[in-house]
């Protein structure tokens, strides 16, 4: 699918992007909020540049990134001439369950366990009270995606022909600009480039184990199939996001809202959320950290993906994506 004009527009001057000309390879892109392209590798001297590689010298590329925004000399090319691949390729993602409160309280209803017959009022109230205690003992929850279940933010999903639950899940995702490792919450969001549009996928049915209930959760199996993290259109600097506190998330299945959520549901902030990771792994340029859905996924709703669907995700101040669901057989 082909961005529309709306999906062009985003906070702040300028924002990155990787595109490809019809014929062409993938390159890494400004693009401003009008719409217009300046390809960095002539405008930065590197003709094997990728987004990645400008995030690799976040620090010394910036301000000449700024620069490019106020200088007429670089071509500018319209954007509706290319086509938008996922913004980066991450070397790791970083995934967060369970924090947004009312998300969590909602699955902790719908993924009722054999033989729990307690009212819905009782099992809302206990994943209530889950939700204060961890917050209280400061406990976020990380796992690991794949870099290979990402795809571009207008391209087909295809949904597995055994994943048998599909579900969305908008998320605000954070983009690592300088290593880090063991940072305090404070110096957390100094090592964050940007931010962009993730869409984490999950097939419900496979999220637990129940041949091994000891174990738990599968993620691998559940998260991580080809396409299943819809990313992007754009990294937009963390500059020009002034609150992520107080970002819209905003997911439509076939034009019908689904996901209406302010990031101010989190129970960890992007700086926990990135200062918790950074504890135990040591973070890359252009990794993602993903912060968690808010309430209305699919399972709230009783309706799961399915061949055919369209999603319309969107944040405040990021841009939006539109990505339609394939059958496996169907395709």
Not at 294 to 301: D, R
Request: some cysteine; overall charge negative.
């Amino acid at each position: 699918m082909k961005p529309e004009a709306a999906s062009a527009l985003f906070a702040g001057p300028f924002a990155l992007a990787t595109l490809s000309a019809p014929e062409g390879n993938a390159f890494p892109a400004l693009v401003t909020p009008d719409a217009q392209v300046i390809d960095l590798r002539p405008a930065l001297g590197d003709a094997d540049l990728t987004v990645r590689g400008v995030l690799d010298d976040w620090d010394a590329v910036l301000p000449r990134l700024t620069a490019l925004t106020e200088d007429g000399t670089p071509r500018r090319e319209p954007l509706a001439e290319f086509r938008v691949h996922a913004p980066v390729e991450p070397r790791q993602v970083f995934q967060s369950g369970a924090n947004y409160r009312q998300h969590v309280i909602d699955l902790h209803v719908a993924h009722r366990a054999p033989g729990d017959d307690r009212p819905e009022e009782e099992r809302r109230a206990e994943a209530a009270e889950i939700m204060d205690r961890r917050a209280a003992e400061d406990l976020p929850y990380v796992f690991i995606g794949l870099p290979s279940a990402i795809t571009g933010p207008y391209d087909d999903v295809v949904l597995p022909s055994w994943a048998e639950k599909p579900d969305w899940e908008l998320e605000l995702a954070a983009v690592i600009g300088r290593p880090a490792h063991r940072l305090s919450v404070g110096e957390a969001l100094d090592h964050v480039a940007g931010y962009t549009i993730a869409n984490d996928l999950t097939d419900r049915a496979t999220v637990f184990r129940r041949d091994m209930p000891q174990i738990g959760t599968d993620w691998l199996r559940s998260k991580n199939a080809p396409g299943f993290t819809p990313l992007g259109p754009w990294i937009v600097p963390a500059a020009s996001i002034t609150d992520t506190d107080d970002l819209r998330l905003t997911l439509r299945l076939n034009g019908e809202t689904m996901q209406d959520e302010s990031t101010e549901d989190m129970i960890f902030d992007v700086a926990r959320m990135v200062s918790y990771a950074s504890q135990t792994a040591r973070l890359l340029p252009g990794d993602l950290v993903l912060t968690g859905s808010p309430a209305g996924n699919g399972m709230h709703w009783g309706r799961l993906l399915r061949d055919g669907d369209v999603m319309d995700a969107s944040i405040t101040g990021l841009g939006a994506q539109r990505t339609r669901c394939v059958a496996e057989a169907a395709r």
